[in-house]
């Protein structure tokens, strides 16, 4: 089974903090994807990766930036927390060719106080 | 724009009965994938069904099945026989292709509570 693992499940951080969100999975799939989560706004993508320090933006990358420096990780840098970050932040991954589909992990929710 | 529209923010079910969730979208595209997805609560997000729009055939799994309107690019999921588990946020989504890379858009999501 394919697994995708979150280095957190819940997370506070101050206004004005650095913070990083990590991801790994051990499927060896090319791509990866972070997403946040809110209430009436569904999935929005963040940022994507299709291989190892590439990356691209994806719907609303502002405030944010990503690293893939191996195959398995791929972080999520909160430059500067802000209070309307405060979310949940799902990462997923899929293998390049597939018939799209994507595994999830089991989310970070950040709070930003 | 490629869109994925869910119309019911919330619905909800006895036990054992069925119950349909709407999906709309809108892509240029001829080729392409759709997805339902399940988030049961505090749980990982799981694949339900997918389908291939290439495939007249609806998709089936278990008591999970779609009704695909290519043409009125439609793309519901009906479930069958309701059990308590399957209380969960779903979401549909499309697979776009875009300058070579391929991202998933999702909808908004529909909120199904399953009632004993």
């Known amino acids: 089974d394919v697994k995708v693992t979150q280095s957190s499940r819940y997370l506070v951080k101050r206004t004005g903090e650095k913070v990083f969100l990590e991801c790994v999975q051990d499927?060896?799939?090319?791509?990866m994807f972070w997403y946040r989560q809110d209430p009436g706004l569904g999935l929005r993508l963040i940022y994507f990766?299709?291989?190892?320090?590439?990356?691209e933006k994806g719907d609303i990358p502002e405030g944010y930036s990503v690293s893939r420096e191996k195959k398995e990780r791929f972080s999520l840098i909160l430059e500067s927390a802000s209070t309307n970050q405060t979310s949940m932040y799902l990462c997923?991954?899929?293998?390049?060719?597939?018939?799209?589909?994507?595994?999830f992990g089991p989310g970070t929710r950040l709070t930003v106080t | 724009a490629q869109t994925v529209t869910q119309s019911q923010p919330e619905m909800s079910v006895q036990e054992a009965e069925t119950v349909t969730l709407s999906c709309t979208y809108d892509?240029?595209?001829?080729?392409?994938?759709l997805f339902w997805y399940k988030q049961p609560p505090s749980r990982q997000m799981i694949l339900v069904i997918r389908?291939?729009?290439?495939?007249?055939q609806n998709a089936t799994e278990n008591r999970f099945s779609v009704n695909f309107q290519k043409a009125a690019k439609s793309f519901s999921l009906k479930i069958s026989d309701s059990q308590l588990g399957d209380t969960a946020m779903y979401f549909c989504?499309?697979?776009?292709?875009?300058?070579?890379?391929?991202?998933?858009?999702f909808g908004k999501g529909t909120k199904l509570t399953v009632n004993p």
């Open positions: 990766s299709y291989d190892v320090k590439m990356k």
């Open positions: 499927m060896d799939h090319e791509n």
């Open positions: 892509t240029s595209e001829s080729n392409y994938y």
């Open positions: 997923a991954s899929r293998m390049s060719g597939q018939k799209g589909e994507q595994y």
């Open positions: 989504a499309f697979k776009l292709t875009q300058g070579g890379s391929e991202k998933l858009v």
């Open positions: 389908q291939e729009a290439y495939k007249q």
